[in-house]
Each structure stands twice: as C-alpha cells, then as structure tokens.
C-alpha cells in the first residue's frame, strides 16, 4: 500500500514526508522536483515567505545511486525562515484560520495551531506528488494542473486542454498559472487593487489526469472508489472549500440525457488506455462508480480567498474576551496559482496509490510486467 506522512511546522527547522509503499526500481531525479517546489512558491500576489525561502528537496533515505529500494522514502524541505522558539503567540485568533477552534481543541495556545495548520506543510505534499510523478510517467500518465477561474472572473481556455505539453506550455507562461496568458494584465490589475484595500483573493482550479487506464479504484467498497479518495485528498488541502469531479455540480442542474457520456468503439484506438471505448463528451470527469474509465480524469477544486487580512476582520481577545481586530500574520494576496501546485500534486499522489494498488507489485518491473498482462486481456474482451 502506498501512503505517506508529513511532519513539521511553518518556522520549524523543516520539513518532511516518510512515503511507505514506494516500488523498487525507480531511477528519480531531484530536479523535476524543485522545480514543482518553485512552481508553488510562484504566482503573482504571493508574500513575502516566498522570498525567504528557497525549496529544495533532500531524498535522505530510500534511494541508492539514484533508484528506489523499494523501503520508506523520507523526504526533507529545509526552512530557511527557522524562528520558531523566538516567535510569540496571538492573542486574538484570525476569522478563517484554525486558531479558535485548535486553541480550545488542544487546550493551548493559538501559535501551536497555527505552525502545524500553515499552508506551509503543503511543501512537503508538493515533493511528494513530485516523486509521484515520475512513477506515472513510467506509464504514460500525465498530471497538470491550472488556474481557471480567479477572484470570480472566470478565465478563457484553449479547446484541446488535453495536449499535456502544450498546454503545460501556456500556463508556464502565466504569472498566475492559467492557459490564457493574455488575460494576466487584467489579473495583476486585479491583485494589486485587492492587496491595496487590505484584502484577500479566491478561485478555482482544475487538474486533468491524462492517460490513465481503465480500473484504477474500484465499486467494491466505499472507502477505496477512487473520486472519494481523490476529494478527500484535494479537501485536505489548506483552504479548499468544495470538490468537483467532471461536471461535478453543474449535473444536478441538468437531465440525465445531457450529463451521461454515450459509449462509442473505434477499433482504430484499440490500442490506446481507452481501449477504442470513446466518449463524445467527458462529463462524468474520467470516473464511473468510483473507477478510472479510460478518459481524462478531471478534478476542480475551490480555494477560499487567504483569511489572514491586512485590514483585519473583528475578533476577540481571548485574554480580555474583548471584541478587538484580529491579529495579523505576514501573509499573501492571492494564492491560487500556488493552490493549483498543490491540489496537482495531491491528485498525482492518490493516482498513483491506485496504480500500486491495481498493478502493485515490489518493483517497478513487476508493476509494467502486471499493467501490460491486464491490457492484453481486457483488449480480448
């Protein structure tokens, strides 16, 4: 079973991810790695945390010259803001965050809460869906994500998003990581009249899970259908407040007859993860009854506006039980492009949990000896 851990504080000494489950056999490279690590500390409308800080992965166990072992892979993100014995607590917790409700959880103070509940943890997750990564590429799957909508303004895209590479390509282009480069005037317009009232921004992003075969997941149990496990994921990211798979709400809107894929065969792309089984329209997001249908996997996630606020909302003092403004933390503007990092990374990690699970063997070899068996029978079906 592949699965990981994090663990570490916002200005702790580091941070770090323990993978368990991991095949044998990989040959990684730190590389791709740092570079997602700086695509998520990219993006206009980041703060000033982002200029202390420079991620680098350190793959301290479970690798030799370079491949995995196939034991536990601990992952290490140094931080360079390391203050964490010198800071104070708040007094006055912040709307939005985890302050109030960790502080009387724990029975402690609002700084214990707010290390561990930080954004900042999602460093580590990033590495990790990195590393995740790579393993899928052994297979010819592809994960990217982007932003799609920003501070209520939605955000024209190209028509084939499913041309990984060339649409990797555009957003690469984005100061805030959408597929419409064009529009980033507008947006940077937009972020800097926020962050000058004192305020914060939201939005939406998307992720596409390309190539990814039939079966992964399964309709057997709750708990392991793979959308369920992939809205956990995704909702276990700080500030992510709603989850869509495919047309996701927009279904309930709508009768059965414009929402449901009809079911074509092209035996000319028998060959290809779909097997010749298309699709006219992707609506259900690459999933039926919690399993992989051999289309795009498509996952949307809504990321709330950052709730520390340089005009502060009421809050109370807890000492006092007075009404006063909250307390202030160095924070961003606008954190959806980073949002679209993360929320990419986590969905590459849960697919590839489902590869290992369906084909898992202790080595990669086994795992492609395995995926190569079942496509060879399911094409006889």
Request: with cysteine; charged share 25%; proline share 4%.
């Amino acid at each position: 079973m592949l699965r990981y851990w994090t663990a570490g504080e916002s200005h702790g000494k580091t941070l770090l991810a323990m993978i368990d489950g991991f095949p044998a056999g990989l040959t990684i490279d730190e590389e791709p790695i740092n570079r997602e690590l700086a695509r998520r500390q990219g993006g206009y409308g980041r703060g000033g945390r982002q200029r202390i800080e420079t991620d680098k992965v350190d793959v301290m166990t479970g690798v030799w010259k370079g491949m995995t072992l196939g034991s536990p892979i601990a992952l290490q993100v140094i931080n360079r803001d390391y203050k964490l014995e010198r800071l104070e607590d708040l007094p006055r917790p912040r709307p939005g965050h985890g302050d109030l409700t960790g502080a009387i959880k724990f029975l402690g103070p609002i700084r214990a809460i707010l290390e561990r509940a930080s954004a900042r943890e999602t460093a580590v997750r990033v590495a990790a869906g990195a590393l995740a990564k790579q393993l899928l590429a052994e297979f010819d799957i592809k994960v990217y994500g982007f932003v799609d909508e920003l501070g209520g303004v939605a955000i024209e895209r190209p028509e084939n998003v499913d041309d990984v590479e060339a649409m990797v390509a555009k957003r690469d282009e984005s100061i805030i990581y959408s597929l419409n480069p064009a529009q980033d005037p507008a947006f940077k317009e937009l972020i800097d009249k926020t962050g000058k009232a004192g305020d914060t921004l939201g939005g939406i992003v998307e992720v596409r899970v390309v190539g990814a075969p039939f079966g992964l997941g399964t309709h057997a149990q709750w708990e392991r259908k793979l959308d369920g496990k992939l809205a956990q994921a995704v909702m276990a990211v700080q500030a992510i407040k709603g989850v869509e798979i495919g047309m996701g709400f927009e279904a309930a809107r709508l009768p059965g007859s414009q929402v449901h894929d009809p079911i074509h065969y092209d035996p000319m792309q028998q060959e290809s993860v779909n097997l010749g089984y298309t699709r006219p329209t992707n609506n259900a997001g690459g999933l039926e009854a919690g399993m992989t249908n051999g289309q795009t996997i498509v996952v949307r996630a809504a990321k709330k506006p950052i709730s520390t606020l340089r005009k502060p909302l009421e809050s109370v003092n807890l000492e006092t039980k007075e009404t006063d403004a909250a307390s202030y933390e160095r924070s961003d503007v606008c954190a959806v492009s980073a949002a679209s990092v993360i929320v990419e990374s986590v969905v590459a990690f849960e697919i590839a949990v489902a590869l290992v699970d369906k084909f898992g063997g202790d080595s990669l070899e086994e795992m492609k000896a395995r995926y190569q068996l079942f496509l060879d029978m399911a094409r006889k079906r």
